[in-house]
């Protein structure tokens, strides 16, 4: 009996492994054009990315510049000091003198007139009166004032006129410093800067009923925050302006003392009256300071002290 099962030709089986092959390559093909597709979005991405890494980077320092803004607007003290210095030092520049010249001494504002003065021989010098014999003239006046700056605040005053009230205690301590001590002593601290401002305030006021415009206020304090107090001070107890503080007004304001004696040395050379105030954290007077007619320095506690070291 013969064999009819059918046999497959080997021209068959050697054709089928090429056909498999060619649809492997198809596919790797696709693949390659798939992952070359997600390269380029990612690509893409990322450029959007670093894009916008840039904008933040961008956005993020306008947003420091604005809070650093914000912060120098609050520090007002520290700014309206600086207008000052500023104004100061272009009126120290004007004034400048280009030549040196011969060191003059200048009486003082204070200072007997000469025809009042007794005939001195040529050789032995009349010794300056006593301190305090300086107001004792205007007693009357300057305990008229102080008894009516004890009364009820006058906050409509015109400008230069004391608009708050005096303690009984900074009452009896501008009387002792002018009837006492002729305008030029220390004073012990009332514990506080805008109560020091305050009795300034009453001593500036009494001093233009004297003296009208012809002296000028100069305040020695250490630290900008430390004169922006003092200045917002005597701005609230005299009903000033920001126009009254400067090298040309009523009052200036110092940091350094060589500036303000330098200042005050100009003043007395005018014929105008120095009246320098020098702040309680301030623990040295300069000596020169104590050769001007009108001085008023106060003399802070320990506590006191120890509380501006704190917020130094």
């Not at 012990?188 to 401002?197: Q, T, V």
């Amino acid at each position: 009996m013969s064999d009819s099962t059918p046999t497959t030709p080997p021209e068959a089986v050697a054709e089928s492994p090429p056909e498999q092959g060619g649809e492997r390559t198809a596919l790797m093909e696709l693949a390659l054009i798939d992952l070359r597709e997600r390269r380029a979005a990612l690509l893409a991405e990322i450029e959007a990315l670093e894009q916008r890494r840039k904008q933040l980077e961008q956005d993020l320092d306008g947003t420091l510049s604005g809070r650093a803004d914000g912060i120098a607007r609050r520090l007002k003290g520290f700014q309206d000091y600086l207008v000052v210095a500023l104004q100061d030092l272009a009126g120290q520049a004007e004034l400048m003198d280009l030549v040196v010249q011969p060191l003059q001494v200048q009486p003082s504002p204070l200072d007997p007139a000469p025809e009042a003065m007794p005939t001195a021989s040529p050789v032995v010098q009349q010794s300056p009166p006593a301190a305090a014999g300086q107001f004792s003239q205007d007693a009357e006046l300057i305990r008229d004032r102080l008894a009516l700056f004890q009364g009820q605040p006058d906050f409509y005053a015109d400008p230069w006129k004391l608009r708050r009230s005096l303690e009984p205690a900074a009452a009896a301590l501008l009387d002792d410093w002018f009837l006492n001590q002729g305008g030029r002593g220390a004073q012990a601290s009332s514990g506080s800067r805008n109560r020091n401002a305050l009795i300034t305030a009453g001593a500036v006021a009494i001093l233009g009923d004297l003296y009208g415009d012809r002296f000028q206020t100069l305040v020695l304090a250490g630290e900008p925050e430390r004169l922006g107090e003092w200045r917002r001070g005597l701005q609230d107890c005299l009903g000033l302006a920001k126009e009254d503080f400067g090298p040309n007004s009523g009052i200036v304001l110092f940091e350094r003392p060589d500036a303000l004696i330098e200042r005050a040395d100009r003043l007395e050379e005018r014929g105008e009256l120095p009246f320098i105030v020098v702040d309680a954290a301030e623990q040295v007077v300069d000596i020169p300071v104590l050769q001007f007619p009108l001085w008023l320095a106060f003399a802070a506690a320990p506590d006191e002290l120890a509380l501006e070291q704190d917020l130094a």
